[in-house]
């Protein structure tokens, strides 16, 4: 398979043998130029040269997400010099953290998403439309540009939202493949269907899904709501992606849709309990990770807060490599309201459920008792309001045993809460707690 890296089809024993290398050069080079993990290991009396194999992982306490935006540039391993380009967290879950990159980092970015997208069926054949933001410190936008150029391809820079322009820039170029959001694949469809616009005479054949979730959380990993109102008015592969800024890394699936492909060669991956022990096969855990190659901040057992499943079977495309599910919520994203747990993404699959809603955000917050609360902002047409509400509760009832608040917003509201001061992502989930 061309730009398919032969270490993802090696046994499970070369593969190991492969990072535990990797690790070592990491931890000597995090040793000798990062002031941060120079202090971390100094405070939790880490002997570096006792961490042989992967399971000697466990004797390093984790960095986290708080570690990152407390110590930011205590991460930085290279010169100021030496920086080309600044990445930055959106801030979703707190302060915004900056990455840094250097000429190498960009390279090996590159290198990430070409085989992201060769895994996803990918081909210098291919005309991929970017339906995201290439600006704003963005590293998925320069990620994906770099990658499929380095793939061969060739690629249409459209940018976020505008059906229109999208359906009139895929009538003119004829691209094959689109790079969007699952949520604005329904907005495509369903200006397509107000327009006279049939998709399936389009040219487009797959999708690369980002930003949301696109299979449920079970062991089949079936497309979930979204998922299935795609496919079923839109005959297109879909192919769901996981990432985030602080890996510099992508798990993106192949024809088989089992869960994101791990590169080997660029990230080592643990899935740990709350004590920090990795789980057992099939548990769900926290995704943490260590970077593999990366010159200016290279991270070690970083806390994504991300929860998700760990597949180890091989692969029928034939890779033996480790597979992530979807991510089932954010560890801080948790939400306890009137006895029961439930991440925003259960919420989001039982909202995406009812055809007649439009659009909406989900916020949680404290209330008088400080306990959790929660509220829906829906849009729907006036006439189906009364309907919504009963039906939502009734769903609500059954399935989560709780019914949060329900509030029919505006466009407009809709809009303002969606994208607030961060418009480089639309944000289904607002924590103001």
């Not at 229109?164 to 694949?185: D, G, N, Y």
């Not at 990993?221 to 299935?228: A, F, M, R, Y």
């Not at 925003?344 to 439009?358: H, Q, W, Y």
């Not at 609500?396 to 407009?412: D, G, H, K, M, N």
Request: charged share 25%; hydrophobic share 35%.
């Amino acid at each position: 398979m061309k730009h398919a890296p032969e270490i993802e089809f090696k046994s499970k024993e070369e593969i190991r043998s492969f990072q535990e290398k990797k690790l070592n050069e990491l931890l000597q080079y995090l040793q000798q130029h990062s002031p941060f993990y120079q202090r971390h290991f100094q405070q939790h009396g880490v002997a570096v040269a006792k961490i042989k194999t992967l399971e000697d992982l466990v004797n390093i306490p984790v960095t986290t997400k708080d570690d990152l935006q407390q110590f930011n540039w205590d991460f930085l391993c290279v010169p100021r010099s030496e920086i080309v380009e600044f990445a930055s967290t959106s801030g979703t879950l707190g302060k915004p953290v900056t990455v840094p990159l250097t000429d190498n980092d960009l390279h090996r970015l590159a290198y990430n998403e070409c085989i992201s997208f060769a895994c996803a069926d990918g081909t210098a054949d291919d005309l991929y439309q970017l339906m995201l933001t290439l600006d704003r410190q963005f590293m998925a936008g320069i990620a994906y540009y770099e990658g499929i150029r380095k793939l061969g391809a060739g690629l249409v820079r459209v940018g976020p939202g505008l059906p229109a322009m999208q359906w009139e820039t895929i009538e003119r170029l004829k691209p094959t493949t689109l790079v969007a959001v699952p949520s604005f694949i329904v907005k495509l469809i369903e200006y397509a269907r107000q327009n006279g616009i049939d998709p399936n005479k389009s040219s487009v054949k797959k999708a690369i899904c980002i930003g949301e979730g696109l299979r449920t959380g079970t062991d089949s990993l079936e497309l979930n709501v979204i998922g299935k109102r795609i496919t079923e008015s839109w005959d297109i592969k879909l192919y769901s992606t996981y990432a985030s800024t602080e890996m510099q890394t992508a798990f993106t699936e192949c024809t088989q849709g089992n869960g994101g492909h791990h590169h080997p060669e660029l990230l080592i991956i643990e899935v740990l309990d709350e004590r920090g022990v990795p789980v057992k096969p099939g548990q769900p855990g926290e995704v943490t990770i260590t970077t593999l190659g990366v010159e200016a901040m290279p991270l070690l057992r970083y806390r994504t807060g991300d929860i998700a499943i760990a597949y180890t079977e091989p692969c029928a495309c034939g890779r033996t490599t480790l597979r992530l599910g979807p991510v089932l919520g954010r560890k801080q994203q948790l939400i306890k309201l009137k006895g029961t747990t439930i991440y925003p993404p259960g919420v989001f699959e039982l909202l995406n459920d009812m055809t007649s809603i439009r659009d909406y955000v989900v916020e949680a917050s404290t209330g008088e008792l400080g306990t959790d609360e929660l509220r829906l902002h829906i849009l729907v047409s006036e006439d189906m309001k009364d309907d919504i509400r009963q039906r939502l509760s009734v769903v609500f009832q059954s399935r989560l045993r709780v019914v949060p608040e329900i509030y029919f917003a505006t466009p407009q509201e809709l809009e303002k809460l969606q994208f607030g001061k961060i418009d480089r992502k639309i944000r289904k989930f607002i924590d103001n707690r």
